[in-house]
């Protein structure tokens, strides 16, 4: 019994050990950044929000194989702790995925302040190493 604890142990090393190797990681210099819209801007919903990138290419979810690529995630009223910055971005109505390589997004945000912040993720939902993060923004829709 006590080898299985050991190479259980020794399992749970290497793997600890691999996962940040594993990571996918990001072109040097690569930029993430929103197009037309900036901190403090007031605006009208429906809002369009074009995504910009810059030193690296959009692919879709799920290509793999495809280096200094990833597609857009935009964070509403949500940060990325840390931790979390090494596994998938949650899927939920403030984390949106656009996994086909969008580079685009119609918001119908109902009056009130926002932060907005985009976030590129490898194939598999994962931000790239070092992360690639736009300044979070303020914005104010009337």
């Given amino acids: 019994m006590s080898s299985v604890i050991r190479i259980c142990c ?3 090393a ?5 996962g940040p190797a594993l990571a996918t990681p990001s072109a040097p210099g690569a930029v ?6 900036k901190d403090g801007d007031t605006v009208k919903s429906p809002l369009v929000v074009r995504f910009g990138l810059s030193g690296m290419g959009i692919a879709p979810a799920g290509v793999e194989n495809q280096p200094n690529t990833g597609h857009h995630h935009l964070l509403i009223n949500a940060k990325l702790e840390d931790d979390e910055l090494k596994q998938p971005i949650p899927m939920d109505e403030n984390h949106l995925h656009y996994g086909k ?3 685009e ?3 119908n945000l109902p009056a009130g302040t926002y932060t907005l912040q985009l976030v590129l993720g ?3 939902h994962v931000p790239h190493d070092p992360p ?3 300044d979070r923004i303020t914005i104010k829709v009337e």
Avoid: E, K, P
């Fill in 10 to 12: 020794l399992v749970t």
């Fill in 101 to 103: 390589g969008q580079t």
């Fill in 14 to 18: 290497m793997l600890c050990t691999l």
């Fill in 105 to 107: 997004a119609v918001l």
């Fill in 32 to 37: 993430v950044y929103f197009i037309g819209l």
């Fill in 122 to 124: 490898d194939w598999t």
């Fill in 132 to 134: 690639v993060l736009s």
